[in-house]
Nanobody, 123 residues
Framework: QVQLVETGGGLVQAGDSLRLSCAAS????????MGWFRQAPGKEREFVAN????????YYADSVKGRFTISRDVALRTLFLQMNSLKPEDTAVYYC????????????????WGQGTQVTVSS
């Protein structure tokens, strides 16, 4: 089992930055890929970014490419999402997720999820 806890959300203005963190515990040696997803009110949970836990290869949704950066600190067992130039449409609950087998954009491929952290961007 892997436990994930997100922190760092908040209320910001358009153009501001936020850094989300996701602390992993438990069987972290089994993690292969990690991702960030988000869910806005009334919408489905969507892919934001992912990273290969051991190799650092990254991939982003077109909507955040060039503004968001995913990274990880293996020693700290922590995943990060640096979000710059935030827009009101980035408002959502942000979730981190871990997979023991895949690095994909499909939420069904991730077995472990955090509880989410709210990001609200005002215009």
């Amino acid at each position: 089992q892997v436990q994930l806890v997100e922190t760092g959300g908040g209320l910001v203005q358009a153009g501001d930055s936020l850094r989300l963190s996701c602390a992993a515990s438990g069987r972290t040696s089994s993690m292969y890929g990690m991702g960030w997803f988000r869910q806005a009110p009334g919408k489905e949970r969507e892919f934001v970014a992912n990273i290969k836990w051991t190799g650092g290869r990254t991939y982003y949704a077109d909507s955040v490419k060039g503004r968001f950066t995913i990274s990880r600190d293996v020693a700290l067992r922590t995943l990060f999402l640096q979000m710059n130039s935030l827009k009101p449409e980035d408002t959502a609950v942000y979730y981190c997720a871990a997979s023991t087998r895949y690095v994909t954009v499909a939420r069904n491929d991730y077995a472990y999820w955090g509880q989410g952290t709210q990001v609200t961007v005002s215009s």
